[in-house]
């Protein structure tokens, strides 16, 4: 019997500001402790999800960011499915969507509903009533737990069992006043703790039976997610009635049962409730002649009270609650009146994100001002040669030079010009392209892969990947360089013999060699570039070379997860045989571009909102690490696919370009440099600046200054 536990993250926590507010609920705050409520339940229930089981959490789209940090803070996110609503439509909804997975996966799966925001202390109390009331699940039970009662109290509801122990429920009662709860609790009722054990199968039956507009509604949006995130479920969520499963099935239903158990258990829906658990202060504070308060600041704010008994006081940076703690159940009360006195103070000021618009604006500047001209002073070296990396306080690193680096450095200077940088780029872009011509060159025609300190060969091999990027810098450089018919026939030279030697060669990789199609893909992109302004035969090879690399890539997207595949590597691919479409006013590639979009993001991790470095078996980021390349990659193809899109996907790719270009910003350094690998949330490989990041951030620019009228200029003006 699998068990999966659901944690169900709804719920806004009104009584419980100012600390708890929509865009961070009660459930998310260290209330009684040092971890969070949510987190709390997470170590709590994910015991349960034995090796056959999952942990499922239901949430708000609004609060990924909070679950995701929260879960990885305690290291339970490997084993987690989460399902985020679109919009809230309350509790029997919520449930649905977890069964309908969980029935999905298990028809036989029992669920363990349980709300994100309980505070119970003993763990192994409640595992051990879960793993009970799941045998009666087994059974077509839908078990509650009710909890024995400490004292009167009008915050719960309450149950009547017909026996003692695991029994049938009589009925279920409403909060009540004072008076009406110590005879409850005088007559043997429980309070409901809202931890519902039930079967997916059931729970769909009754379902189905009792609220229908709620299953078909939550069944299409489970089976449709969100085409732009496949963690949200689909629009057709909205249409389920919003409705408790209280009043959805539980009081219908004829397979109601209730466990009654005896451990500490409270909702903490209010101060009073908080300050009950000896936990809840929070903050600096001071005491002169106060007793029985609850006190909670935030960092850098200091509370002081004398002479005062039985407050809670409440600060946050913007608003402070003073209240007697008898008096704590009514601030619902108050906070109606703030909706409509000062309903900026319902929720937490929030800073709305970086438009794509802004983003490049501030990327044109960052280059402008700090990254071309570091790395076309320092960054350049004598006689045309580039440095491969600069260390982080700006020192070029010594060693061998390869014939990548020169070649996509003089294509960013080039670009870079072309986008109306005013430095010293021809001079860069002529002396390089010299250099890569008379050093770099072999007999043969073909590029030698790198150079020593001492200018000679150090490595004179020509793979097939060299060679493409050499073309792209030899024709960056064409429109420049006096002798332009010396480099077009050295394009061409390569052109031919890469065509007929090294991509037979390619075809067949030896380990750690580059993949056959990102050879091809990016061959494409160099004839592209070179086929207005060659001859005639550039065309041909970029349509010869794109037949196959669809094909190849068609059979690759077949398979639903291509386990370890590089994802920036389908953004890559998409956005080229993207382009190459568009070259041919509409070959039949758009199906195919929009699916390696669609694997690829799937690379995309929902914690970080960044690219990870490949996907595993199941199509999820495979660990998360992330690169500065994966991430304009991300940008560049999410911008070239809008082109063509239909409108409900050219929202989302344009969405898609804001958050790349986020992700992009985090690895940049304020002084013109970059961490080429993030290991964590926060944590960099400590390396020097590769140089070939100015390539990618160049495209990144250059693609926005094309293919958007976001920069609100022509192209030539991006930069200056």
């Known amino acids: ?211 229908p507009g709620v299953e078909i509604a939550v069944r299409q949006a489970v089976a449709n997610p969100s085409a732009a995130d496949r963690a949200v479920l689909g629009p057709a969520f909205a249409d389920a009635p919003k ?153 070029p690193v010594q060693g061998a030079r390869s014939a990548r680096v020169q070649a996509k450095q003089i294509w960013a200077y080039a670009e870079a010009g072309r986008l109306g940088w005013q430095g010293p780029w021809r001079r860069l872009v002529v002396n390089g392209a010299e250099r890569l011509r008379t050093h770099f060159l072999r007999a043969d025609g073909l590029c030698c892969a790198r150079l020593g300190d001492d200018g000679t060969p150090a490595d004179g091999t020509a793979a097939a990947y060299d060679q493409v990027f050499v073309l792209l810098a030899l024709r960056a450089a064409w429109g420049v360089a006096p002798n332009a018919a010396a480099l077009e026939a050295c394009a061409v030279s390569i052109r031919d013999q890469i065509q007929e030697r090294l991509l037979l060669e390619a075809r067949a990789p030896t380990p750690g060699s580059s993949d056959p199609v990102h050879i091809d893909i990016h061959l494409l992109e160099a004839c592209l570039a070179w086929e207005a302004v060659g001859d005639a035969q550039w065309i041909a090879v970029a349509d010869t070379l794109a037949a196959p690399a669809r094909a190849r890539l068609e059979a690759a997207t077949e398979r639903a997860y291509p386990g370890g595949v590089a994802p920036g590597r389908l953004f890559e691919c998409a956005r080229i045989l993207d382009r190459h479409a568009r070259a041919r006013r509409g070959a039949p590639t758009q199906p195919l571009t929009m699916r390696l979009y669609d694997v690829a993001t799937k690379g995309v991790d929902t914690r970080i909102r960044a690219v990870t470095e490949a996907l595993d078996e199941q199509g999820r980021p495979r660990g998360g690490r992330t690169r500065l390349w994966a991430q304009a990659e991300w940008l560049r193809a999410a911008l070239a696919l809008s082109i063509d899109a239909a409108p409900g996907d050219r929202v989302r790719l344009e969405r898609d370009a804001q958050e790349a270009l986020a992700a992009l910003w985090r690895h940049l350094t304020p002084d013109g440099l970059w961490r080429d690998t993030r290991l964590t949330a926060d944590r960099f490989i400590d390396e020097a600046a590769p140089a070939r990041g100015l390539y990618h951030l160049v495209g990144v620019l250059s693609d926005i200054a094309d293919h958007t009228p976001i920069l609100q200029a022509p192209a030539d003006a991006a930069l200056r």
């Open 1 to 211: 019997m699998a068990l999966y536990p659901v944690i169900m993250c709804g719920g806004a926590g009104t009584r419980l500001w100012p600390a708890s507010r929509p865009s961070r609920p009660k459930q998310f705050i260290p209330l009684a402790g040092n971890r969070s409520l949510f987190q709390e339940t997470a170590l709590r229930v994910a015991p349960l999800a034995q090796e056959d089981g999952r942990l499922i959490v239901v949430g708000g789209v609004g609060h990924r960011g909070w679950i995701m940090d929260q879960l990885a803070e305690i290291g339970v996110e490997d084993r987690v499915e989460i399902l985020l609503e679109p919009q809230a439509r309350d509790s029997a909804a919520a449930m649905a969507a977890a069964a309908l997975w969980t029935h999905a996966r298990d028809p036989m799966g029992v669920n363990i509903f349980v709300a994100s925001d309980h505070h119970i202390p003993d763990h192994d109390a409640f595992r051990e009533a879960c793993v009970v009331a799941a045998e009666a699940a087994r059974d077509g039970r839908i078990v509650t737990l009710g909890v024995r009662p400490s004292e009167p109290s009008s915050a719960y509801g309450y149950i009547s069992p017909e026996g003692p122990g695991l029994a049938p429920v009589r009925a279920f009662r409403e909060k009540p006043d004072a008076r009406t709860a110590a005879d409850y609790i005088a007559a043997g009722y429980l309070w409901n703790s809202g931890n519902f054990i039930v079967t997916a199968a059931t729970l769909l039956d009754e379902l189905k039976a009792n609220a």
């Open 243 to 395: 409705i408790s499963i209280d009043y959805a099935v539980m009081e219908k239903t004829r397979h109601a049962s209730v466990l009654e158990v005896d451990f500490e258990w409270s909702d903490l829906g209010a101060w009073d409730a908080i300050a009950a658990t000896g936990e809840g202060d929070f903050g600096q504070h001071i005491f002169e002649d106060a007793e029985g308060c609850l006190v909670r600041a935030p960092d850098g704010m200091l509370v002081a009270a004398l002479g005062v008994r039985d407050l809670a006081i409440i600060a946050e940076h913007d608003a402070v609650l003073v209240c007697d703690l008898d008096r704590a159940q009514d601030i619902k009360r108050l906070v109606a009146r703030i909706q409509t006195s000062s309903p900026q103070h319902l929720d937490f000021a929030r800073d709305a994100p970086e438009t794509l618009d802004a983003g490049a604006r501030r990327l044109a500047d960052w280059l402008r001002l700090r990254a071309l001209p570091l790395w076309s002073s320092v960054g350049a070296l004598d006689d045309g040669a580039f440095a491969e990396a600069l260390s982080l306080d700006g020192r």
